[in-house]
């Protein structure tokens, strides 16, 4: 039980300090006047009683939901071969696996991703993530409960599948809160996080993956951010 309760410990701890940092770091841009040529939308933030909402929604799902999904999963993870101690993974077992668990995890949220987007689910679930059109940190994980978990599956999956080890799934929790936050910032650092305003803005025109967008570059899902992007000062 105490190995458990370790990796629950390092899954929920990780998600916590990396999404405060993040959702701070940009935050604290904002009003230094941080980047202003890289603010999407010329800095226009969100309604501030929606904010407020999301973030009390937020941190309620923080209180228990990551760490009652790591607790969930525990088992499995062992079960594929997840183990923390010795032997410690190599730099390339490290790396080859965290682009592994990007690759899968950007093909589960893509094609999820694509399927709410279908008008009868994106109207019945995925349009309260929608109800941000201009993005900041708390509106990563501000969701419908059937989201999340769609979210959470394509999030956990990869390094359970994998068996990876504990220092291996810390490193890939950390990539991909930061990843997330980073997309709904407000801010355009990345072609990740202008591909995510992007979507944010223009709902219906594409951009339904993360990471580096494979799948919407295999399936042209990326053609009119790419034309927007253009006519955009953080280019």
């Not at 305003?197 to 494979?214: D, E, V």
């Amino acid at each position: 039980m105490d190995e458990r309760w370790t990796f629950v410990a390092v899954v929920w701890g990780l998600h916590e300090v990396v999404f405060f940092a993040t959702w701070a770091l940009f935050g604290a841009c904002f009003r230094l006047g941080v980047g202003i040529k890289y603010q999407v939308a010329q800095g226009k933030a969100p309604a501030d009683d929606l904010s407020r909402r999301a973030v009390r929604e937020v941190l309620q799902g923080h209180v228990l939901l990551i760490a009652v999904t790591a607790f969930v999963l525990y088992p499995a993870w062992l079960m594929m071969g997840g183990h923390r101690g010795d032997p410690l993974p190599s730099l390339f077992e490290i790396a080859w696996q965290i682009l592994a668990c990007i690759v899968i995890q950007d093909t589960l949220f893509y094609w999820s991703h694509r399927a709410l987007h279908v008008p009868r689910l994106f109207k019945a679930i995925h349009g309260k993530h929608h109800t941000f059109r201009h993005v900041r940190g708390h509106a990563s994980e501000y969701a419908h409960p059937v989201e999340v978990l769609a979210n959470l599956a394509a999030f956990m999956i990869p390094p359970i599948v994998l068996g990876v080890h504990l220092w291996t799934f810390g490193i890939w929790v950390i990539i991909r809160v930061f990843e997330t936050v980073e997309a709904h910032s407000g801010y355009a650092f990345t072609r990740l996080a202008s591909r995510h305003a992007f979507h944010h803005l223009y709902a219906a025109k594409g951009c339904l993956g993360s990471f580096f967008g494979l799948w919407d570059f295999v399936m042209g899902t990326d053609k009119q951010w790419q034309q927007w992007r253009k006519e955009q000062s953080h280019r």
